[in-house]
């Protein structure tokens, strides 16, 4: 009532990667592709005279990967400047990047999103659809894990951490206890395996967004007077900003994010703003 505005919580710890949540309401869970998503997001709106402005980490956790992971093709792939996606099929598949048909582009998107989940063939076959067999699904993990020894390699080594002292740790060093990946229960096995792996990938990404978000609430009262952080989600954070300041903002909070952390690859960072969130 005394603001006239939606005030979210956000809570550190009941998130066990280590991101942020949200809750009363949860303002993370507000999908972009669906209608109702879309409708909710336009009516959230800035004051008159300002603007929303998000910005997002392009690809987080698989920059986060390739430099946790230093796989020489990976990299590589980051530091071509190509769409990833594109470029790590061509890798895959042997053929130069402009040969890649949106097939293979689309498969090396899934592996690549899926890979610190455990994806399996199954659900890699699921995913791609148009028919595609268990059997060719597996063919194209294990092309990628031929290709990307390096990841292969590092995800091996988050199971065997855990299997070693009972937890993983983050690229700062917060650690999450894994006790699954001793269960004699194979399916229970399986999922500590999975849970070792996207801790530490996942886990160093909240760390990376939170040290952005330290780094901008230091320096935004001087760099942008009267600009707000609103929200965190994930890896996108929510300002406001009179429109006038929109493009300073812009620079400012893209030049921070892409500095709050010294990785093998560079920090890639979206932004857009408007009236509106849906805007954004």
Known sequence: PATGRIHASFHQTVTATGRLSSSDPNLQNIPIRTEVGRAIRRAVVADPGNVL????????????????????????????????????????????????????????????????????????????????SNERARRIIEDYTRRFSGVDAFLARCVQDARDHGF????????????????????????????????VVQGSAADLIKLAMLRIHAGLPAAV?????????HDELVFEVSEPRAAELDRFVRREMAAAMDLRVPLEVGTSWGPTWADA
């Open 53 to 132: 402005l998000s910005a997002d980490y392009s690809q987080i956790e698989l920059r986060v990967l390739a430099h946790l992971s230093q796989d020489p093709n990976l990299i590589a792939a980051f530091e071509s400047g190509t769409d990833i996606h594109r470029a790590v099929a061509a890798e895959v598949c042997g053929v130069p990047v402009a040969e890649v048909t949106d097939e293979q582009r689309s498969a090396a998107k899934m592996v690549n999103f899926g890979i610190v989940y455990g994806i399996t063939p199954w659900g890699l076959a699921r995913r791609l659809g148009g028919g595609t």
């Open 168 to 199: 993983v740790a983050t690229i700062l060093g917060r650690r999450r206890a894994v006790p699954q990946v001793h269960s004699r229960n194979p399916a229970e096995r399986a999922l500590g395996e999975r849970i070792a792996i996207n801790t």
């Open 225 to 233: 007077p009267g600009a707000r952080m609103l929200l965190q989600i």
